[in-house]
């Protein structure tokens, strides 16, 4: 386990490296009445394109945080696991123990801890979705006690925050209690999704290690719907090393939305749907992908190809029109939604209307595709030329 780390963590610095573009911006501050540094990572392709949107990742401890999350987001963007990100890292290391301080008889937050999450939510949000391509899909991300205070934004009235990552936190010995005074249900009448990311691990204390477990179960009983509760065990020996596991760990959780439709996606949520529902299935993924993400993928052919299957053989391929329409919606430029729209005639005996859409496909194609040989014998196949 030592070693799959030690080379994961040398792979994804090598990409901080070599492959970011970071900005160092301070960011004058009417709530804290100073200064504070702000580190703003702009991913690869930012300043070419001037119209896509990035999802915004917040991480506390930017100290120690920031390259790591970087680092790993470089990796899943390059491996189409995840979109990529912008991520602001704030600066805490002279502040820290006055920016999450709470009160050790009651949990609240101090007056300096209060004026630090009113400074995340109204300032550094703010400065970022007015000077930055940012999408709607933001997550903010702390350890320790930076998690602990992660764990308060729950309680917002409007739900803004999608994804909140807690990496070995400390919780206050209230926060069963605290959890209980939020409206945690406001999240299940949201059109969005949203992720409630913390881990345990058998480094922590005996009574760090209950407290994050008491967490998990609580609110992983409630079972609200959009809000994905994501309950993690890590086994290391070092909390330094479980931080490190985390980040990629919640990171494929969080953006399980953004990724090709994976064996166990299909068999939990498609392999029993019915050919409509299948393709509203996919259509409904990839428009959420691009609201969210601000990302128009179009489609992966590897996710046409995994609900084909359920088109072609469930109700005599009837819905094959349909399938292809779809595709052509989201897809414009990929030829299988033609492909599809002719199988549909050819299969009701119409060849002329299959053939035009075959021949639509194919001049789609490039004559260097390797699939085009293979495409074009369905004209043949029908007497076209």
Known sequence: ???????????????????????????????????????????????????????????????????????????????????KQIVVGISMEETKQEDISFNRS??????????????IRDEVIFHMESNYRTSPYISLIGQGYSANMVSHFLKENTAFINSFICINPSFSDFIIGELQTYNLPKFAKEDNTFYFYTNNSDSFSKSKSEKIGKVQQALSELEIKNFNVINDVITTSSAVSAIHEAIPRAMTKIFEVYSAISKEEYDEKIKDLAPKDAIYYLENKYLE???????????????????????????????????????????????????????????????KKALKYYKIGYGKMDPADPNSDAYYENILRLGGQ
Request: no cysteine; glycine share 6%.
């Open 289 to 351: 992908i691009e609201f969210l993400f601000g990302t128009n993928l179009g489609i992966r052919e590897r996710d046409i190809y995994a609900i084909e299957n359920i088109i072609i053989e469930k109700e005599n391929g009837k819905r094959l029109r349909d399938f292809g329409d779809m595709i052509l919606k989201i897809f414009p430029t990929s030829p299988l939604g033609e492909y599809y729209i002719g199988r549909y005639y050819e299969s009701a005996k119409m060849t």
């Open 1 to 83: 386990m030592i070693k799959k780390t030690l080379t994961l963590l040398f792979i994804l610095f090598s990409f901080v490296g070599f492959s970011q573009k970071t900005i160092v911006t301070p960011l004058k501050s009417d709530i804290l009445e100073t200064t504070r540094n702000i580190k703003i990572y702009l991913p690869e392709g930012y300043e070419r394109d001037s119209i896509k949107n990035y999802p915004l990742t917040i991480v506390l401890d930017e100290e120690y945080m920031f390259d790591s999350y970087v680092g790993t987001s470089i990796l899943f963007a390059k491996r189409d696991k995840a979109p």
């Open 106 to 119: 009651n949990g609240t937050f101090t007056t300096t801890a209060r004026y630090f999450y009113d400074f």
